[in-house]
């Protein structure tokens, strides 16, 4: 009886233990399918805010020396070295 008993106690830990380890990777496939509909979401949104890209900085290949021009375009003054 004490057998059947321990066989019965381990049956029923492996059971909730299988079903704990289920529940905890259906939560956690969950949670990654939010976070890349969240970041795809936002890469889309970033592409279509219509922001213009940034200027890159460029040296100027024959080095002569240009004046400096400061100007305001409304969002702050510029100053081009």
Request: hydrophobic share 55%; no cysteine; charged share 15%.
């Amino acid at each position: 009886m004490q057998s059947i008993r321990s066989v019965l106690l381990t049956a029923a830990a492996i059971t909730i233990t299988l079903a704990a380890v289920v529940f905890t990777a259906s939560l956690a496939l969950a949670l990654a399918g939010i976070a890349a509909v969240v970041a795809i979401g936002s890469a889309i949104a970033a592409r279509l805010n219509g922001k213009p890209a940034p200027a890159h900085a460029r040296v100027n290949p024959t080095g002569e020396r240009r004046e400096m021009r400061i100007w305001n375009d409304g969002r702050g003054t510029i100053i081009d070295l």
